[in-house]
């Protein structure tokens, strides 16, 4: 809570933002916080959805005009729980007289809305870096995201539902930290109707959150269910044999026999000792001290990994939706944008479009390009991932393997199963580059086609002994398809990928899509220095409502 209200004075006390500007900022941290809503929650509210009748807030989270709830259990109305602070009040009252102003009566108006206008949203991307840069400098932990705010609403009602009430010692303080003055008896009868310990309590945490289970809850936000199991198991009277304490102590017998020997058979004890001799640490609340280590904020967006990447495009082709990704991988919308974007252009030169991401301009095509996601995409990511994860390279490699993505882009056709590689220089390049990924030559097949004449046929002898002095196996096929090449069409090999222990990736397909997500992340480091002006907010994904209309 300390550091809750440190960063909201800051968002209102910015000399960097004007007056309105700070009043957004501030409202979207305390809405995040206090509410535990989503990102998209807070940025779809319209001034309808802000109640307030006799000093008591309510939130009524719905489908608006700018957009759908996550689901149908997103539906709901939402208690301030607890009191408000003189800044919170100060806040409320100060957005509700600014809503009233500039809304014009209009009550679909939007919460957060441009200067002037009533239903176009401020620059949801400016606001929430404000916002998180705020909370960095509060925690000082550069790790934080808008997100965590939700993270900490749900951990705070799941001590209200489980503790009957305000316990002493670590865990006492710890609920005081962050509820100050209000008692679990107090949170309960405001959302269960009845102080009483009882299952309600988890059923309303998770209605409050918006999910449809309990198990959601807890299984992905709340982050205390070990301190409270902890606290139980004190206040509990615990007899394990010497057996049983060797095992739950990852402890030897002798020395459980030992110890009950010198201290006697007490749980608490033998707990704690074991604790300590571990190194655990300790839990404690240990403010950051601003003064001393000052935060510098990192502004810059991290870089994902390959298999990162390769998880961020399925989770996007699968939903049709980038929303929420950006805090699901600890990175920034632009990043997210930048690989989308990547995707795209990258899938146009290959050909590769298994992932079957949309053109990000639609209406820049003759015709509407319909497109399918592979059916063995999900099937075959364990496989991939485990080959991405092994990427590991030097700068020297990185080069080497650049050049080898380049000649596959260009080397891949949708209408053939292999690569289709003209020159010698570029089978080279593109094997050695394998290699450094551990992938050898003596696991690719080469396909050289049958000459037209006997001239040609030559030709292809003389390509088949020099193929060979290089480690592959070659065959013979009737024909392969032409490369889209302007001089010819028919001059090329093909190069197809063999099922290997040592590479496990199955086969040709699989590396494709491997090499695919390696260009994008090597891509990325490209696009940080020739960025153009982007619209943020322009998704090549449409929503699933939305009709795809052509020309």
Known sequence: MEQYEYALHCLLTDPNHSSRDQLIHAAVLFFGYRFGLRAGEIFRLTVSDLIIYDDQMVIYVRNSVYGETKTDNGVRQLPLIGSSSKEESDLVRILQLHVETYSNDDPLAGLFTQLGSQREIVDRRSCVTAVVDALRNATGDNDTRLRHLRHTCASRLSLSMMLED????FLGDLYKSLWRGTTPHQVRSLLVGDSRLSRRGIYAMALYMGHGSPDTTHRHYVHLADLLLKDCI?????????????????????NIRQFKYRRGDRFK?????FTRQSSIPTPGLQKYDRTVTPIEVENSKSRLTPADIDRLLLLATMRQSTEGLADRFLTTDLNVHDIVSIASKLQEESGFADFAIPSANTEDNWLPVEMKLMDTLEKESARVRRFLDRISLSDSDILQLNSALSIWANSHYPNASCLLIQKRSEIQQFLEAMEI???????????IPDGANENEANYWVLAENWLTSIGLKVNHVGRLPLSYSKLRTDSRIGLILRASESHQLGYQRTLNRALFIASIWAGQGQQDQKRLPIELHTDCFRSKREPNVGL
């Open 166 to 169: 305000v316990p002493a010692g």
């Open 234 to 254: 004190d206040r509990q009277f615990i007899k394990l044999d010497a057996k049983a304490a060797a095992y739950a102590f990852q402890s030897s017998y002798s």
């Open 269 to 273: 004890l033998m707990a704690q000792h």
């Open 437 to 447: 990924l551990g992938i050898a030559p003596s696991d690719f097949d080469a396909l």
